[in-house]
Nanobody, 116 residues
Framework: QVQLVETGGGLVQAGGSLRLSCAAS????????MGWFRQAPGKEREFVAGISWSSYTTSYADSVKGRFTISRDNAKNTVYLQMNSLKPEDTAVYYC?????????WGQGTQVTVSS
C-alpha cells in the first residue's frame, strides 16, 4: 500500500522558516515527478511546487517563487520543501503527491500556521 507521509509543519512567526518532508513508502517514487500542494481554510487545494524525477526541473507557484525550494532524495524516497520568509497567507495544510496528483495518494498533510 502506497503511503505519503508529510511532516515538519508547525507554528512560526511571519518571516520565519520551516522545512517540510514527504516520506514515501509502498513503492519507489524515484521515477515520478513529485509536487507539493496546499489547502487553506475555505479554499481549494492548490499547487505550490514541483520537481522532476531527476531533480533537473523545478517549478513554483508565483506566490512562493523566490521563497520556497523543492528538492528530493531518491535514495531516501523523500521530497522536501524548504520554506523561507513565510507569510500569514502561507497558512495551510501542505500535502505532497505525484504530478499529476493521484487521488489515492493523498496523505494527511502537515499543518503550517504563520502568525503575523
Amino acid at each position: 500500500q502506497v503511503q505519503l507521509v508529510e511532516t515538519g509543519g508547525g507554528l512560526v512567526q511571519a518571516g520565519g522558516s520551516l522545512r517540510l518532508s514527504c516520506a514515501a513508502s509502498g513503492r519507489t517514487f524515484s521515477n515520478y515527478n513529485m509536487g507539493w500542494f496546499r489547502q487553506a481554510p475555505g479554499k481549494e487545494r492548490e499547487f505550490v511546487a514541483g520537481i522532476s524525477w531527476s531533480s533537473y526541473t523545478t517549478s513554483y507557484a508565483d506566490s512562493v517563487k523566490g521563497r520556497f525550494t523543492i528538492s528530493r532524495d531518491n535514495a531516501k524516497n523523500t521530497v522536501y520543501l524548504q520554506m523561507n520568509s513565510l507569510k500569514p497567507e502561507d497558512t495551510a495544510v501542505y500535502y505532497c503527491n505525484t504530478r499529476p496528483p493521484r487521488d489515492d495518494y493523498w496523505g494527511q498533510g502537515t499543518q503550517v500556521t504563520v502568525s503575523s
